[in-house]
Structure formats: C-alpha cells, structure tokens
C-alpha cells in the first residue's frame, strides 16, 4: 500500500538498527529519546499541523502524564497501568474543560493562552512539594511490565517504544486521510469556510486538542517510568518551545514532517554536548533561520524539491 | 495593620508593574508596526540591564553605562528587525511567533557566552537606605522606576501625537500602503519602532536591575509578564498595555503577599486565562469582526 | 401566496454595524429552482446579506425561513447542514490541500465517521473514504477541473479557483447555492463558460441566489432580481422590469 509506504521505511529501519546495534548508546538510548520526541511532535502536529493552531504550554499534559504515573505508583503502590490511565483520565477532564475556551481564541491569544496553562502547571509542580518533590522531582519509578515481561534495559524500551511510535504515525497518517483529518485542514485554510462547509469548527478544534493532550500525557507516563525519575524541568516552557520547534522544523502538517523535526532536534544536543555553551545560542539560530528561509519546514521542503525534480 | 500591609504590597506591585508596563508598551509599539508578537520582547530587557552592569564594573560611570546600556538594548532590536523580521514579512503569525521566540533564544545564548551563568547586581540610582513612612518602607529605586516609566510613557506620547516621525510611523501602523503611497519609508519606520521597543525594553532593564537581581535568563519572565500586559490591556493598544501592566504587577504583588509567594507568577497568568476567556480581546481591545 | 414553491423566505432583516445601516428591512422570496440575483452598487449590503443568510453574522432584526424552517437563530455550521452552500467574494479555497482534497472537505455533512474511527481507519471508514472520492470527482468533472485533482490548490489560476469553490459547494448536495461574485475578475471567455455552469446548477434543481456585478451575465441568467441600494431593496421582478424601474436606473446612473 503506498499510502504507507514511509511508515514501513521507518518502522523497518528502526527494526534493523535495534537488532543490528543492541548495545550501541546512540540506538538504544538515543533512539528511545527519540521515539518519545516523535510520539510528541506527531501529537502537536495534530493540533498545530493539522488544526493549524498554536500551543506554547504542551508540555503540562506531559508533565501530567509523567507525574500522575509517578505519584500514584510510588505513593501508593498503584498498578502502572491504572497510573497511567489516572493520568489520562485527569489529562482528559483538564483538556475538555479547557478545549472550548482557550480554542475560541485565536493567533496571538491563543499563544497566550496555552503558554500560561503551560506555566501554571509547571509552577503547580514545583510548589506543591507535598505532592510533586518539588524541584527535586520524583525518583524511584518503578518498572513497567508488559504481559509480565519487565522493561529492564534500554533495548526492550527501544523497541516498546518503536512500536508505540508506528502506531502513532498510522493514527496520524490515517487521521489525515479521513472526514475529521480534511475538517481539520479546512479549518487551517479558512475556518469562516470550513463552518460554511457545514463543518462544527469548535467541536472539531475541540476533539484534537484533547486527542493531542492524551497522547502527550501518555507519553509523559512512558517517560516517567523509562527515566525512573521525573522532575519540572522535563515539563518547562522550554520544552513546549522544543516541541513545537520540532513540529516546524521538520513542516507543519506533514506527519513526516514531525518526526523528522524531532529526530533532529533529538541528535542536536548529542552533536553539541562538546560545546555545551554554544547550544542554546546555535538552538535560536537555526530555529530563526528555518523559520526565515523555509518557513514550509525542511522536510517539507525537501519532499517539494524532490518532486519537482522528478 | 492590614490596611499598611496592604499598600506595602500595592507600591512594590507597582514598582514591578512599572517594569512590565514598560516592557507591555515596547509589544504593543512592535505589534502596531508590523504585526508582529515580539517574544525576545523580554531579552531587551536583560540586555539592557546586563550591558549597564558590566559597563559599570569595567569602570564607566553610572549614568554613562545605563545611556550605553540603553543605546546597546535598543541597536539590538534594530539589528533583530533588520536580519530577521524584514526577511519574513509575508510570514504566518505562526512563524512570526516561532521567529521572535527563536530570536529570544539566541539573544539569551549570546549573554550566555558573553556574561556566563552568574548573578549580578546593580546599585540603585541613590540610596539603598528605605525610606520609612510610619510602617512602610520605600526602596527610593522603587520611586525612580515608577516615576521613570511615567516620564518614558509620557514622552513616548508626546512623540507620537507630536513629533512627524512619531506620526509617519503610526501612519505606517494603521495603513502600510497607504503611509508607503504618501512618501513615508515605511522599511525605515519599522526600524525605528523596533529601535525604540528595545529602548523602551533597556530602560525596564536598567531601572529594574537593582531591585532584582540579574542573570542571562532574566528576561524570560519579564518578557512574558510585558506579553501578559499588552494582552490584558489588549493588543496594539498602548495605554491599555500601561494600564494593563500595573494592574498586573499590583495584582500579582497582592496575591503574592496574601496568598502565597511561590504562586506569584501563577496568579498573573491565571488571570490572563480568566480574562481571555470572558474577554477574548483583552480589557480594552476592540472586537473585530472577520470579513469575509 | 404559494408558500410551498418558496425554498427560502426573507422577513424584513436588518443589520447596522457600528451606527452604520447594512441592511434595512430587506425582504424577498426565493422560489424553489430558480436563479435570483442580487445587484447592487459597492457597499449596498449584498455580501453582508449573504453573511446573514448563512448565519457568520446575526440579523438585528427579522427572520430567515428555509423550508418553511427559522434558520436566523442557528450556527454557521447548522445553517450549512441543512443544504445551505455558499461561495466567497475573495476566494476561500482552502490553500493547504489538494484539490481533490478540497472538494472532499466539501461533503463533510453528508458522511458520519468520526474522530476514533478515522483514527483505526474502521472498513467503515475506507468504505466512505471510497465514496467521497466519487462525489468529488463527479463535481470537479461538473466544473471542469477533473484533470486537476491531484494538484495543489494553490497551483490553481484565479478562474480555476472560482469553480473549485462551486465544485467544493456543489460536493456537499445543496438545495441552495448561494454565489458571491462569481464572475469577477474573469474574463469574457470565462464568463461565458461560468455562465453555462451557473444554468448547469440550476438544471440539477438547484437553486442559485447569485449576487453579481456583470450586468450581462445576471440578465441573461436569472429568473428574477432583486435591486439593493445603501442597505434598502429597490425593487424585485424579472429582469426586463427591473431594467425598466426608474429607482434603479437612477440608483446606478445618479439622479437629476
């Protein structure tokens, strides 16, 4: 099937790498880093690709997810998985409660909007001590198991993860080829259209941010218990910036797209660990110049030129 | 007891508040100009603040580092519209967005490299003694930087309604094609209102500094709050983003005492939601309707 | 009066903005599978009657019957579901798509499957997403465009993206079009052809309410018209009357 051709790509050399490279730092711990980098890049994409909206603050339904999972498993000795599902649960209340509201703003508002929920769940985490660890975070995690078998090395989690990622792209791929994927394009295009068109504009914008907000906040819950330990720092408004970083740098829109951005924006910082000053300032720049030179994105760019060469 | 306690909180709110009038005022002049939501807003700020403390610490006097620290903050908004917001000028709001937050970026990296990750202080422009007025206590840098935010809001004013470059560029704000057709540089007036935002964003730096400490990555926050103040006061409009400043800073300083410091900079955007919510323009933005 | 043959029924609608009056007391009847045309000078309200018709603004005052159905109360969306179609003065075409895609973003409401069956891409799903194609294809081949679908929309003349949005409408099975301008800025030869396509539309039973500033195309086409002027409807017959009317000669020449 063509239609998914690029998912077997991924998913098959994603297979080889694992299986060729176990052992090796940058497959088994990068790679997983990276796959959780996709997962979140693929779910904003939806919202901010698709939808063609904004959000600066998505990092709170990860750091939701990621502490739900860590809270009720440490405190409490709950089940992982009923964690996880808590985490959800409270991801969900949030995000529809939230969804009709914050969506009815638009551009500026909107990132405004977003970027506070961000910052206000981050505060959230560091003040609450009691609850959360503070600054301090939360370790001992414990293991995810999954039908018994535990995730106890990096490779298991490599491949654990590589699965849920392809099932992330097809949820993508396969969204983007329906009714609800062309309202959510339409809405990008001209929302005052797409209402004309008979399409329920606010309900739609509605239902993907939640989808979007669930899908980070389950992957906040993997990250918890790959990492054993979660803290603030991992749900700031800085990572909401890298998110959406991501989802531009590879081109809004393009599921693709979003795991290219992430992809690179996961090998950067491996690449410039030798030059630990220099990284924020290199961050910004090629951050600004793609958005001033190819502001479609560089994968989406790259797929442009290839086909009009061919 | 309360009642002092209360206007305790009100003058360092509006000592703070100041602060992101001024920075809230910067956004609205760049948003009125070019459409634009400038996020590195906040780093003139730190630049301003920074450049007047080393400046001063390589042993220039006061008031000659804060005038070069002013001049440093605003060349850098200039050289910002120059490299990066005129190459994109037909872009999205979504990329303009991720251009200024990526522009925001990169200036706090350069002070990274430049000033590395230490605290710094400034001396105030007189005095560190508080001045005591029964049970309040007044930092005199508090009354420099309110009454210099009123002096700068003033004579911002006064250039706009006054002055003909003041008018070419709200000329430019209020009609591109229009201002361009009757012989205004409309290129050179977008400089200018990015100039004078980074000036407006250094003074914030240099008034602030000693009153709060200063890092590379002080001007996040400040930024934010200025961006919380223009919206509050609603986009492009400039009094609304004094306004809306102040009432921010007062606000934030009231909860901060009464309910809890930690929370401070959760109350200001709590508000923010609360507003956008019931008011989706802000307090004072007008309600556009979408031609279609 | 025959209220059956009447497909939309305007009742003395009036919108001011700001001070400013829009529309006063505008009332007119649209039978079922004829063209009526609006006409009127710049700013006499057509595109603002239009923006009421299919709820983006509210009327202050009056009420809009569809189908013998008070449609003035009802969302944008629901205006749109129940067979009300429009096209845009400034083209509305959804950039970001192809132009397949666009049209079938166009029959939105005629299918159901939502967000978790698109998600597992259900049978159910693949089936619907076999149909759509079929409809959209079969409105492109209308409007001429079918060579074109796989292309991007932005790769589209000026024309062309007139009739995609026609094509986008016509997809969604409306009992109504209602059509802003769609002749502007076209050129004879173009006009000539959209003017085919117009009548086409109503030979499939639909009815066109078309406003229009091309003298030539609305008085061939319509079956009546309707004459707005500064928010205030002049009069309304057949075009022959209309062109009679001293009111609208001098509303469009200038009175003594």
Known sequence: ?310 | ?292 | MNNMGHILRVKEISKSFGGVKALLYISFDVNEGEIFSIIGPNGAGKTTLFNILTGVFRPDAGAILFKGKEINKLSTHKIASLGVQRTFQNLQVFMNMSVVENVMAGCHIRTSSNMLSACLRLPRVRKEEHSVRQWAMDALKIVGLKDYADKDASSLSYGMLKRLEIARSLSANPEILLLDEPAAGLNDTETLSMRSLIEEIASMGITVVLVEHNMELVMECSHRVMVLNYGESLTIGSPQEVQKDPQVISAYLGSE
């Open chain 1, 1 to 310: 099937m063509k239609r998914l051709i690029g998912l077997y790509i991924f998913g098959l050399t994603g297979i080889a790498l694992g299986a060729l490279f176990p052992d090796n730092y940058y497959v088994s711990v990068v790679g997983s880093t990276a796959f959780f980098h996709i997962i979140l890049a693929i779910a904003l994409n939806l919202f901010m690709g698709y939808a063609g909206q904004i959000s600066l603050g998505h990092a709170a339904f990860f750091g939701i997810g990621a502490y739900s999972s860590a809270f009720f498993t440490t405190n409490y000795g709950l089940n992982p998985y009923i964690a996880l599902i808590i985490g959800l649960c409270i991801t969900f209340f949030l995000a529809s409660c939230l969804a009709r509201p914050i969506l009815s703003l638009k551009g500026h508002y909107l990132a405004m909007a977003t970027l506070g929920l961000g910052i206000i769940v981050h505060i959230f985490l560091v003040q609450e001590e009691g609850i959360t660890g503070g600054p301090d975070g939360m370790s001992n995690i414990p293991v995810l198991s999954i039908l018994g078998f535990p995730l106890d090395s990096d490779i298991k989690w490599y491949f654990f993860l590589l699965a849920i990622t392809c099932g992330a792209i097809l949820i993508s791929l396969n969204i983007g080829a329906s009714r609800m994927g062309r309202a959510l394009k339409a809405i990008h295009g001209s929302e005052i259209a797409a209402e004309c068109l008979g399409i329920d504009t606010a309900t739609v914008k509605a239902q993907i941010f939640v989808l979007s907000a669930l899908i980070t906040s389950f992957v906040g819950s993997l990250f918890a218990h790959q990492q054993a330990f979660i803290s603030p720092d991992s749900c700031s408004f800085f990572f909401s910036i890298e998110l959406v970083t991501m989802v531009v740098l590879g081109g809004l829109g393009s599921t693709f797209g979003a795991v290219f951005g992430a992809l690179i924006l996961t090998l950067l910082p491996e690449v410039l660990v030798h030059f630990e000053e220099l990284e924020v300032i290199i961050y910004g720049a090629i951050l600004m110049a793609i958005m001033i030179f190819l502001p479609k994105g560089v994968f989406v760019s790259l797929c442009e030129a290839v086909n009009r060469r061919l």
């Open chain 2, 1 to 292: 007891m309360i009642g002092e306690e209360l206007i305790q909180f009100l003058i360092s709110g509006l000592t703070i508040g100041s602060i992101y009038a001024l920075v809230g005022l910067g956004f609205s002049l760049i948003y009125n100009a070019s459409d634009v939501v400038n996020f590195a807003q906040g780093e003139f700020v730190m630049i301003g603040a920074m450049s007047a403390i080393f400046l001063h610490a390589w042993g220039l006097p006061y008031f000659l580092a804060i005038v070069f620290a002013v001049i440093i903050s605003m060349l850098v908004g200039m050289a910002l519209e120059k490299l990066a917001i005129e190459r994109a000028r037909n872009a999205t709001v979504v990329t303009t967005i991720i251009i200024t937050i990526g522009a925001s970026i990169f200036l706090r990296g350069a002070a990274l490299l430049i000033w590395g990750k230490e605290i710094y202080g400034f001396p105030p422009i007189s005095g560190e003694d508080p001045i005591k007025l029964g049970n309040i206590t007044i930092l005199p840098q508090s009354l420099y930087v309110i009454s210099g935010t009123f002096l700068f809001v003033f004579l911002l004013r006064f250039f706009f309604q006054k002055t003909i470059i003041g008018k070419a560029i709200l000329a430019c704000s209020y009609n591109k094609k229009a201002a361009y057709l009757m012989g205004i540089e409309v290129k050179r007036m977008l400089l200018l209102a990015y100039g004078i935002s980074a000036l407006l964003g250094g003074i914030a730096g240099v008034l602030i500094a000693p009153i709060t400490y200063m890092t590379y990555g002080s001007g996040v926050m400040l930024g934010l709050k200025g961006f919380c103040a223009s919206i509050l006061g609603g986009m492009g409009n400039s009094m609304g983003a004094v306004i809306g400043g102040l009432l921010l800073g007062a606000v934030e300083s009231l909860g901060a005492g009464l309910i809890s410091s930690g929370y401070k900079d959760a109350i200001s955007f709590f508000i923010i939601l609360i507003v956008l919510f019931f008011r989706p323009t802000g307090l004072f933005g007008k309600r556009g309707l979408e031609r279609v």
